[in-house]
């Protein structure tokens, strides 16, 4: 059974930057994509970015190109999430997820087996 345990989030005014992780305890090994997704209230939770974990390939939604960035560390089981210049509707909980199996659509929430606790980030004007 794989864990995973997000952290990094918090209060940053608009233009800051955060930088969010995620560590996979446990078998890791069969993970074919790891993302992050966010959710803020009433809003349906929705796909941020996505990393192939076999190659390295990237996938981001577009409201975050060019803001975004994300990556991975194998050695640490590690992932990352470089947010730049924040803005307010970036705010919301933020979820990192890993797919064990076939994976269609990258920032999906659907293709996800396994979730974080979500950490909360908020934007202010």
């Known amino acids: 059974q794989v864990q995973l345990v997000e952290s990094g989030g918090g209060s940053v005014q608009a233009g800051g930057s955060l930088r969010l992780s995620c560590v996979a305890y446990?078998?890791?090994?069969?993970?074919?994509?790891m993302g992050w997704f966010r959710q803020a209230p009433g809003k349906e939770r929705e796909g941020v970015a996505a990393?192939?974990?076999?190659?390295?390939?990237?996938y981001y939604a577009e409201s975050v190109k060019g803001r975004f960035t994300i990556s991975e560390d194998n050695a640490k089981n590690t992932m990352y999430l470089q947010m730049n210049s924040l803005k307010p509707d970036d705010t919301a909980m933020y979820y990192c997820?890993?797919?064990?199996?076939?994976?269609?659509?990258?920032?999906?929430?659907?293709?996800?087996?396994?979730w974080g606790q979500g950490t909360q980030v908020t934007v202010s004007s």
């Open positions: 997820a890993a797919a064990l199996g076939t994976v269609v659509a990258p920032t999906s929430p659907y293709d996800y087996n396994l």
């Open positions: 446990g078998y890791t090994y069969n993970i074919n994509f």
């Open positions: 990393i192939y974990t076999g190659g390295g390939s990237t």
